[in-house]
């Protein structure tokens, strides 16, 4: 999903990400990091599943077991609940602490992340299967970003004082939600924790948060260093489980004032209807895409095709922003899809772990046979298959990049979030058509256009219902900048200034006084 502008690593976006960083600049991998922490993060405790169940976490490199970490289910979930909302109660320490030192306990987590960053990567290609280079020089350096971006507003989120009518002294305050339960996913564990822990203890909440439990192993590393930092008892609880319990505990708990969940659609309506069914508490969704690339044919031809094909690829094409709906002009169709396919064709599959490897596995194997049923789909339905559309490897979850040609909009692989290696590359006439065919979808995450004429890309960002636009550019992220969704792909915003009205209720105060004066 990520690239950043914040990283001084960061590659040019005319190239691919991987070929700007040096092996000099990258420490030596261990491909066999020790797992340190697999129990449940609770009251700054860390405890079995009250069931004593556990359930493997896979390499899907391999396919083999990395090690067994605790289940929780809704007992676990209450527990965690409790420690939070004791840590929130009226006069705790954490309620009492000054702003200012949340911001100082936020920039030791930090520095502690950076401190660890190797370790972190390491751990994170273990768990998930990306390559080491992204977890090492994208994922963790934004992690850091997110989380000192935050610090510095822990301080700043100030009320107003308002001059309404009478001998009244009016002012308000913003005042955390309290406890805030959150749900993320596999493809991106650390950044995801950042985008949702770092924003809510900003602004003094508390936190249960359920980690996808394909990759549960960094979050819970993290949660050592949250208390290693000197976060108090019950600030932050993480909890490794599965969706129908662990998940809907949390949706559904009558303690829990605001819920965050960042992952499919379809859990996005089930979240929802949970928030409505107990207490009505607040929720903010970060769903799926389907986000169109529209390139026009005076577009520079090199950079639009490296561009489409990091948006489509970056992270196994496992990202909710992915340029899975490439949109390219008729008169230089031919031209980009000989030269996505000669790009595609050079893309470098294989150990995670190796630093020339831009493409590792999928996560397990349930997304593995998800991608390769829309690859059959796609045959299955007349799109023309450029190249790729197999498996990879001989063990493990890998798959070729994968390119199809002659792709029309009702095709399932043009409609539904693949959420793989498989890019779609569809034809289009004038602008006005395109803009249109873009917004038929459900969706509204992101979108994009390479174009050199400033009039045609104001058109199209204008045009587009998406919550991110970009022009001549893909996947570029801020932690200043808000990122969400329209439609069917969420509500709320994560990340910015906009975030923290997530984290935060405002109340008004108002004050008889004997006389009001100017």
């Known amino acids: 999903m990520i690239r950043t502008v914040f990283s001084r690593t960061l590659p040019r976006l005319s190239r691919p990400p991987v070929c700007h960083y040096s092996a000099a600049a990258i420490p030596a991998p261990n491909t066999q990091p020790e ?10 405790q860390w405890q079995d599943a009250t069931s004593g169940k556990t359930f493997p976490t896979i390499n ?16 676990d979930v209450d ?27 936020l920039n030791r987590l ?34 850091v970003k997110i989380v000192r971006y935050y610090a510095g507003w822990a301080d700043k989120w100030e009320g107003k004082t308002i001059p309404i009518d009478g001998d009244y002294f009016c002012y ?6 309290g406890v ?58 993480i909890l490794s489980g599965m969706g129908p319990s662990a998940g809907a505990a949390i949706a559904g708990h009558m303690d829990v004032d605001k819920v965050a969940f960042t992952g499919s659609t379809e859990v996005g309506h089930l979240i929802q209807q949970a928030s409505g069914s107990s207490n009505l508490k607040k929720v903010t969704l970060e769903l799926g895409g389907k986000s169109p690339n529209i390139i ?15 948006g489509l690829f970056f992270n196994q094409g496992q990202c909710c922003t992915a340029a899975s709906r490439t949109f390219v002009q008729a008169d ?33 194997q349930e997304q593995f046979n998800k991608i390769l049923g829309y690859i059959s789909s796609g045959k299955r339905e007349g799109a023309k298959l450029m190249c790729g559309g197999g498996v990879a490897a001989d063990r493990g979850y890998f798959i070729q990049p994968t390119v199809f040609g002659d792709v029309q909009d009702n095709m399932t692989i043009a409609r539904e979030e693949i959420f793989g290696p498989v890019m779609q590359i569809i034809k289009f006439k004038t602008l006005e058509e395109v803009v249109t065919r873009a917004n038929d979808t459900k969706y509204g995450l992101a979108g994009a256009v390479f174009t050199k004429d400033i009039d045609k890309a104001n058109y199209v960002t204008n045009g587009l219902r998406a919550g991110t636009v970009w022009v001549n550019c893909y996947d570029v992220f801020a932690a200043q900048a808000p990122f969400g969704g329209y439609k069917a792909s969420g509500n709320g915003r994560e990340l910015g200034e906009y975030c923290l009205d997530n984290y935060t209720e405002v109340k008004t105060v108002i004050i008889k006084v004997p006389q009001k004066n100017s």
């Not at 370790?119 to 350096?141: C, F, I, Q, R, S």
């Not at 549960?216 to 000197?230: D, F, M, N, R």
């Not at 026009?296 to 990091?310: G, I, P, R």
Request: with cysteine; hydrophobic share 45%; net charge negative.
């Open 110 to 143: 930090a520095d502690a992340i950076e401190r660890d960053a190797a370790y972190l990567a390491e751990l994170e290609t273990l768990d998930n299967g990306k390559p080491y280079t992204m977890a090492y020089t994208v994922d963790v350096p934004i992690v």
């Open 296 to 310: 026009l044919s005076d577009a520079n031809m090199e950079d639009a095709v490296e561009q489409a094909h990091f």
């Open 332 to 364: 230089i169709y031919d031209e980009f899809v000989e030269r996505s396919v000669e790009r595609a064709r050079r893309r470098v599959v294989g150990n995670p772990f190796d630093l020339k490897t831009e493409q590792g596995p999928q996560v397990d």
């Open 180 to 237: 805030c339960g959150q749900i993320i996913p596999w493809n991106f564990p650390l950044l995801m924790q950042a985008f949702k822990i770092a924003p809510a203890l900003a602004t003094g909440n508390t936190v249960v948060m359920k980690v996808a439990e394909q990759t549960p192993l960094t979050a819970l590393y993290v949660a050592s260093l949250i208390k290693e930092v000197g976060f108090p008892e019950g600030v932050v609880n």
């Open 35 to 44: 797992v340190h922490y697999n129990k449940l993060f609770i009251n700054n």
């Open 79 to 105: 527990k965690a609940v409790k420690a939070a909302r004791d840590a929130f109660r009226l006069g705790s320490p954490w309620r009492r602490m000054d702003a200012s030192h949340r911001g100082l306990l």
């Open 60 to 75: 899907p490199a391999t396919g083999e077991v990395i090690c067994q970490v605790a289940e929780a289910d809704k007992a």
């Open 172 to 177: 308000t305050r913003h005042e955390p939600i």
